[in-house]
T-cell receptor, first 114, second 110 residues
Framework: GAGVSQTPSNKVTEKGKYVELRCDPI?????LYWYRQSLGQGPEFLIY????????DSGLPNDRFFAVRPEGSVSTLKIQRTERGDSAVYLC????????????FGSGTRLTVV | GENVEQHPSTLSVQEGDSAVIKCTYS??????FPWYKQELGKRPQLIID?????GEKKDQRIAVTLNKTAKHFSLHITETQPEDSAVYFCAASRDYKLSFGAGTTVTVRA
């Protein structure tokens, strides 16, 4: 596609529920990243995929968070047993190679846990 | 890991004046320093970047300077316009991961 697409744009869920956030990267971009942006803060790294594999998941805050990219394109970030502290904007980005440059960010999914 | 600090957190300037935002980083191995502009509810967009082998880079009204020895870099916006109002983030990277500062909210007063 022309840009990085994230769905849904907004998600409100009740505490304890399970949510899935989807990212559709730019076609041909092998690197995909998830970041989390809390209100008034800069984005924080969650996970990096190179192709289908998670090359670095060191930013995932705990085992309630999991992400997949089964075919090396679309990625899904999954959050189990959501907590109010998970409320944030979840940003996805993709790039051609696995370096810090060439990132294109999506518009994000604003997750609100009530 | 990398720690990036950004100052000031808010900046109000008169239209036509200059704006300067400063960042420091902790990891001497970082070699790539992008700046992003984020308007309310929108995605971060790259406005300029600099690599560690360059001390300064300019693109029209925007310039970035890097001091590797002191581990700090700065964004300079000249002749500010109302459309420059946004949140600006600096970041540092040594590989694939970007470490961001907390952001500077810039308001350009007409």
């Amino acid at each position: 596609g022309a840009g990085v697409s994230q769905t849904p744009s907004n998600k409100v869920t009740e505490k304890g529920k399970y949510v899935e956030l989807r990212c559709d990267p730019i076609s041909g971009h092998t690197a995909l990243y998830w970041y989390r942006q809390s209100l008034g803060q800069g984005p924080e790294f969650l996970i990096y995929f190179q192709g289908t594999g998670a090359a670095d998941d060191s930013g995932l805050p705990n085992d309630r968070f999991f992400a997949v990219r089964p075919e090396g394109s679309v990625s899904t970030l999954k959050i189990q047993r959501t907590e109010r502290g998970d409320s944030a904007v979840y940003l996805c980005a993709s790039s051609l190679g696995g370096t810090g440059d060439g990132y294109t960010f999506g518009s994000g999914t604003r997750l609100t846990v009530v | 890991g990398e720690n990036v600090e950004q100052h000031p957190s808010t900046l109000s300037v008169q239209e036509g004046d200059s704006a300067v935002i400063k960042c420091t980083y902790s990891d001497s191995a970082s070699n790539y320093f992008p700046w992003y502009k984020q308007e309310l509810g929108k995605r971060p967009q790259l406005i300029i970047d600099i690599r560690s082998n360059v001390g300064e880079k300019k693109d029209q009204r925007i310039a970035v300077t890097l001091n590797k020895t002191a581990k700090h870099f700065s964004l300079h916006i000249t002749e500010t316009q109302p459309e420059d109002s946004a949140v600006y983030f600096c970041a540092a990277s040594r590989d694939y991961k970007l470490s961001f500062g907390a952001g500077t909210t810039v308001t350009v007063r007409a």
